[in-house]
């Protein structure tokens, strides 16, 4: 009983030492933008409706469009599939917006398969890996940048963060805490299985 009791005491600790440090990362991750120059911006997918971005969605493309306009990197990699019944994918969404808002079609890579952050980022790094590019300036919500730089680090990119302020996420405290839970589920998954949603 007492080796069960010590057992239950270090998994406690340990347990309340990940969800710790694992915060602390996820805000400052959150609190920083290393919009460092690179050889592409890469936007993390979001939901879509019938081609139309998503407000989240919206206001990561936007924030990305600043970013290429102002010469941070010269190729923007759209990512995201669709869903079962959707029409379109997230990365088609996104390259049409892109588009509208100025970017030249010719500018815009398009990862459109992947379901998940750690399936985009794998396949963000293999077409870097093919067109010869090395560096990218990742496009997420605060909340997920942590993850997203984790997963873009394990998979070998030279990664930097550009987190979206404006996301509508960051206005509403019962979304934030949301995501921050979903966060730390996700990297507890990772870390344990190396694999994430």
């Known amino acids: ?42 936007v993390m997918g979001a939901a879509q409706y019938d081609g139309r971005p998503s407000p989240v969605f919206a ?50 890579i398009g990862e459109d398969q992947s379901r998940s952050t750690l399936s985009s980022i794998r396949a963000v790094a293999a077409l870097m890996d093919d067109t010869g590019l090395r560096s990218a300036v ?12 984790r997963l873009a680090t394990d998979a070998g990119i030279a990664a930097s963060g550009s987190p979206t302020r404006t996301s509508p996420i960051m206005g509403d405290r019962v979304a934030i805490a949301d995501a921050v839970i979903h966060e730390l589920g996700a990297l507890l998954v990772y870390t344990i299985v190396g694999e994430s949603p």
């Open 1 to 42: 009983m007492r080796l069960i009791g010590r057992l239950v005491l270090l998994a406690t600790v340990v347990g309340v030492g990940f969800i710790a440090y694992t915060s602390y990362r996820i805000w400052e991750a959150a609190s920083r933008d290393d919009r460092a120059d690179a050889e592409a911006i890469v």
């Open 59 to 108: 206001a990561r493309l936007d924030h990305a469009i600043a970013l290429y306009r102002d010469g941070v990197a010269p190729l923007l990699i759209v990512t995201g599939g669709k869903l079962e019944g959707d029409r379109t994918t997230e990365a088609a969404a996104a390259r049409a917006y892109a588009i509208e808002h100025g970017v030249p079609a010719e500018a815009i």
């Open 138 to 149: 990742f496009v997420s919500d605060p909340t997920h940048m942590y993850r997203v730089l």
